[in-house]
């Protein structure tokens, strides 16, 4: 190990000096463990946070509202998203809506109360060339639930 000198506010150097103690271990010791866990954190790819902004999404959904009720297929909506400066793009399992042409990632299309698999029953197919087959299979290919012959409308479940 190489010695090195670092000059430190004396506030900071007794609060840090009172952790190590606190945690039963050396000042270096435990500033080459935040140095290291510093390094690993800033080599890491950065993650997309799971839930986007209310204060963004919400005002998204009401200005999407129409678009996504009046489309008939992909095309279409995105097409009316394009003229709006936004786009829908593939995001795991699901879709997520996207800048035009910039390309920054807003949220997921379901925070704005439109889950892939039921956009995906609505225009009869899956979202153009989305990568997972699987719950294209599962949902384009479900049988409806069986028809009560008294009312003809579904079964009740449960």
Known sequence: MHPVTVALPPALLRAAEDLAR??????????????????????????????????????????????????????????????????????????????????????KASELGHAYASLMRRFGAPFPGHSHHSLQARVLHEKSPPADRTTGGPLPLG
Do not use: Y
């Open 22 to 107: 606190a945690r039963d271990i050396t000042l270096g010791a435990m500033i080459r463990a935040a140095l290291s866990a510093e390094i690993r954190r800033a080599h890491l790819p950065a993650r997309t946070p799971n839930r986007a902004d209310e204060r963004l999404v919400d005002p998204l959904r009401a200005l999407l509202a129409v678009d996504f009720g009046e489309a008939r297929d992909w095309g279409a909506l995105q097409r009316r998203l394009a003229a709006k400066g936004f786009a829908l793009r593939e995001a795991g399992g699901g879709l997520a809506l996207h800048s035009h042409p910039g390309g920054r990632r807003l949220c």
